[in-house]
């Protein structure tokens, strides 16, 4: 078991009786609090717990549960990729590919508790039927953190999801190299860096496609090219003097910011993390009609599958179908494709898939 784990129950349990001690004097600081409002609530809370008793690191590390991330702080490190709560259950996914299943880690109230912060920290409350929210955060010393929540009824029980990105991006032949990617399939993707046309990475979820997309665009910036990434949610890491990073939560605005990019902004090529709307699907391919290369995610089990997601997103779009299948004869490259072995956590390469039907 992770150090900090153990007796999550008695420490929820202490969490619980010193919160109603204060009784919201100092209010429990929201989640992504400045410093100076955590101190407040933290010295009241510390000073509440030893008052009646409590040793003082176990009050520190009930302080630490009720004002941050319950549960989920024992487990904020940066070799640890993402942590799933089920009720009072956890299972925690590393980076180097082990996966640990907590059973019976903490009360389901306690679950309950943490969604709702997450609701509070996104400013919309888990009511009626409004039961599944997300919002960002940042820890110093790790990379980007992505909290999503949900609660009854929409689920049987309350769960937290948590994902930590890497705080610095990896190199290309270092992903390539874990995910098994042969020197042939190397040189192609490589290539479409330079190439006027589409490149779809494509995947499962946990497939590693935002991974493989950032050593792309990473190499890229050591080439010397500038690129443009638009992301709903900050995930691409790449130096912020050699790249333009755009960050457009609203997807109604999205399609404005892809194209701002490309025409205003002159970006050599451009990337969108993650192709998930119509809007998104047809701006990225007028963006490789135009002359620049242009890289996204996009999920799909297959490269059948991901062609299919991105045809109707653009059916959607209001494109028809000849119009559709013109785009992507003219446009599309090919489409990278990894898959994910859920039970082994485990990230594989598959095959660079042209537009003909053939792979590499």
Sequence with gaps: MMSGTADLFARWRIAQEILEALRGNPPVPPLGAREEEMAVFREAFLAEALRRGVPLEEAKAAAQMAGGLGALEAFLQPEVEEVMLRGGSARVLFRDGRRADYPRLLPEEAVEALAARVADATGRALTGTRRFVTTDLRRPGLGPIRLSAVLRPQAATPAVNLRIFPEEPLPFERVAEDFGIPEADRARLLSALERPRALLIAGPFAA?????????????????MMPAVVEGFREVRLPEDRALLVEEPDPARMDAAIADAVLRMRADLIAVGEITTPEEARRFMWAALVGRPALATLHGATAEQALALLR?????????????EEMLRAGLGGVALLAYDPRAHRRRWVGFFEMDGGSG
């Design 312 to 324: 109707g997103l653009l059916r959607r779009a209001g494109e028809p179908l000849e119009s559709i």
């Design 208 to 224: 590693g496609k935002t991974t493989l997309l950032n050593a792309l665009l990473l190499e890229a910036t050591v080439r010397g």
